[in-house]
């Protein structure tokens, strides 16, 4: 047996692997990408990143029905996406064994909001593991698939930020052999027709209780004894910090989380004199537990928001004084900002100038909302900036010269297409612009169907934006440079004031896929005035010096904005 070092994602992407697992489905998002990153080096398997996660999920359910074992995977927003196809899941059942994983991310690390998906177990009715290590993160991928294929059901794997993106040791198992058994004709339970859905409804609520009476006897839910003063129900990575901060408390610890082992968490009740559960978002359990008239406290100690951690549970139920990391010098806050040489810098520089509304998208280009180049005022979720525009537009006609959409080329490929033909369906004359730097970037440049690459790296037909968008119905479409500031600023100008759709193709590779640059800018002091035109660019290779501009050689990719805000023409291009 061998043991290695694994993350969660590694490890989960390592258990898909071990447990037979051929096809494998996603849409990349942090906390997640690097599980089908993972899975896809693995020898003999099918995967890639799917347009979206409702598409991902639809392939791994025809899969599924083929009789493979799959696995798709996404952060926690993206089954708000795959959740139409989700609930449907649930009442027609699996063939091959279906993992859904969904990476929470509580705290907002990387996302809009922090949901609670454990919310989706039991709306959809189906089971949730929650692993709280890597080990567990393999074994439980494992586990879910027995589970999935015992009862006709597919599984929620729900893993967060810190088991997503912690590391762990993992004990490697040979892989099983599994053979797809092929598709099974069978009308009444894949065809969800109203008079089949109605056939199908009582056997997901019985398969419902079954699952309750298999998470009382599972493996993954165990009490751990100990001091009976203190008793903590906990799942997840909670249950490290539990273990952590109270060594001696007696510990039910939930890796089989919903249902939720009624009788097993009654008779840990029974054992203890006080009961905690130790929950991160929202009181999933707590509540549950109270239906049953136990009393347990919760949510009256631990806040609904972001992350717990072992100090605030050492605070909260030992009454300690929470430890404070205490620094002498002050250190400045340092956002998040687009790096050097970015092509979506030129876009969100000019639209300032040009003193636009700008409904933004999820993606790199999302930073130019911050200072200083603060020219975003919407965001709220994949593909929404095209349609919040037209909304816009619809509320007031007029504004429609004095606001455009942004999105990236792989968001607008995820949910940008359907606004955009709404556009040009409702007889608007909304401007989109595609800032297309052929990745997709914030979440660490995966392919996408625009980029001609799969995830596997094998060369594929690429979507071509123009051709996509005039097919649409959209006959003014242009493809700018966005490092050309003056041409920029005269075709947004153009666009805005036109009385039909536009669609702006912004199109420059990311910086970070060009390395090494082969060239930089260089100020020469005595010509600069020090009137920091340049620096409102906010560019992290520009800082000042003595008053003056002064570019980084080591971190400037040679992008030449800077040199062409300058009006004393004291930046030059140098070679490497």
Same mark, same amino acid.
């Given at each position: 047996?061998?043991k *290695? ?11 898909? =692997? ?9 849409y ?9 990153e @993972? ?7 099918t ?12 392939v ?7 009789g493979a074992?799959?696995?798709?995977a ?5 089954? @708000?996406?795959?959740?139409?196809p989700?609930?449907?899941?649930? =009442?027609?059942?699996?063939e091959?064994?279906?993992?859904l *994983?969904?990476?929470d991310?509580p ?10 998906n454990?919310?989706y177990?039991?709306m ?11 080990q567990?993160?393999?074994? +439980? ?5 027995e589970?999935s ?5 597919p *599984? ?11 590391r ?8 099983? !052999?599994?053979?797809?058994a092929?598709f ?12 089949f859905?109605?056939?199908?409804h009582?056997l ?16 993954? @839910?165990?009490i751990?004894?100990g ?11 909670? +249950?490290?910090y539990?273990? !952590?901060?109270?060594? @001696?408390?007696?510990?039910?610890k939930?890796?089989?989380? =919903?249902?939720?082992?009624? !009788? ?12 905690? *559960? ?20 919760g949510?009256?100690?631990f ?14 139920i ?12 002050d250190?400045?806050?340092r956002?998040?900002?687009?790096c050097?040489?970015?092509?979506h ?6 639209l ?7 409904t ?8 130019g909302?911050?200072?200083p ?6 965001c709220?979720c ?10 816009? !537009? ?20 995820h ?6 033909i ?39 037909q ?11 119905g959209?006959?003014?479409?242009t ?7 003056n041409?920029l600023r ?6 805005i ?8 193709i ?6 970070l896929?060009?390395?090494? +640059?082969?060239? +930089?800018?260089?100020?020469?002091p ?26 980084s ?7 030449t904005?800077?040199?062409q ?9 140098r070679?490497?």
């Amino acid at each position: 047996m061998t043991k *290695v070092v694994m993350t969660g994602n590694e490890a989960i992407a390592r258990g898909a =692997y071990e447990g037979g697992i051929k096809v494998g489905t996603a849409y990349p998002g942090t906390p997640s990408t690097e599980i089908m990153e @993972n899975f896809g080096s693995y020898k003999g398997v099918t995967c890639n990143w799917s347009t979206n996660e409702k598409v991902a999920l639809e392939v791994a359910i025809g899969a599924s029905m083929e009789g493979a074992r799959v696995m798709a995977a996404m952060k926690h927003v993206g089954v @708000n996406v795959a959740a139409d196809p989700l609930l449907t899941l649930s =009442y027609t059942g699996i063939e091959g064994g279906l993992i859904l *994983v969904s990476a929470d991310d509580p705290g907002m690390h990387s996302s809009q909001n922090e949901q609670d998906n454990r919310h989706y177990a039991r709306m959809a009715k189906i089971p949730m593991l929650e692993p709280s290590d890597s080990q567990e993160a393999k074994d +439980y991928v494992l586990a879910g698939l027995e589970i999935s294929e015992k009862f006709d059901t597919p *599984v929620l794997l729900r893993s967060t930020t810190r088991i997503s993106h912690s590391r762990s040791i993992v004990h490697l198992e040979e892989p099983q !052999e599994f053979k797809p058994a092929g598709f099974n004709k069978n009308i009444a339970k894949y065809v969800m027709l109203p008079g089949f859905a109605r056939q199908r409804h009582p056997l997901v609520e019985n398969r419902l209780e079954q699952l309750r009476l298999e998470s009382e006897q599972s493996p993954l @839910n165990r009490i751990e004894e100990g001091d009976e003063e203190t008793g903590i129900i906990c799942s997840g990575i909670t +249950y490290q910090y539990v273990k !952590e901060a109270l060594p @001696n408390a007696s510990v039910l610890k939930l890796g089989f989380s =919903y249902p939720l082992p009624v !009788e097993l968490i009654q008779e840990f009740a029974r054992r203890v004199n006080k009961l905690y *559960v130790v929950e991160e978002l929202d009181p999933f359990m707590e509540e549950q537990i109270k239906a049953l008239g136990i009393s347990v406290t919760g949510k009256e100690l631990f806040s609904p928001l972001g992350e717990i951690g072992t100090e605030t549970i050492r605070t909260q139920i030992l009454g300690e004084d929470k430890a404070t990391l205490t620094i002498d010098k002050d250190i400045p806050n340092r956002p998040p900002i687009l790096c050097p040489g970015c092509s979506h810098r030129g876009v969100f520089y000019t639209l300032k100038r040009l003193k636009l509304r700008v409904t933004g998208d999820i993606g790199c280009y999302t930073l130019g909302a911050l200072p200083p180049l603060q020219s975003i005022d919407t965001c709220v979720c994949m593909g929404a900036s095209v349609g919040v525009a037209l909304g816009m !537009e619809k509320a007031n006609k007029e504004t429609s010269s004095q606001t455009v959409a942004v999105i990236g080329d792989s968001t607008f490929l995820h949910s940008g297409i359907t606004p955009l033909i709404d556009i040009v369906y409702s007889g608007a004359s909304t401007t989109v612009i595609i800032v297309d730097n052929n990745t997709t970037g914030m979440t660490g440049h995966q392919e996408h169907p625009g980029t001609g690459k799969t995830l596997q790296g094998e060369p594929t037909q690429r979507v071509q934006l123009e051709t996509l968008c005039k097919g649409i119905g959209v006959n003014r479409v242009t493809v700018a440079d966005p490092l050309d500031l003056n041409t920029l600023r005269q075709t947004i100008t153009d666009e805005i004031n036109a009385d039909e759709p536009s669609v702006i193709i912004a199109r420059y590779p990311c910086m970070l896929k060009n390395r090494p +640059y082969k060239t +930089y800018m260089e100020v020469i002091p005595e010509d600069c005035n020090g009137c920091k035109a340049c620096i409102q660019l906010g560019c992290p290779a520009l800082s000042l010096k003595d008053d003056k501009a002064y570019i980084s050689k080591h971190s400037c990719s040679g992008c030449t904005l800077c040199q062409q805000l300058c009006r004393f023409e004291a930046i030059v291009s140098r070679e490497h």
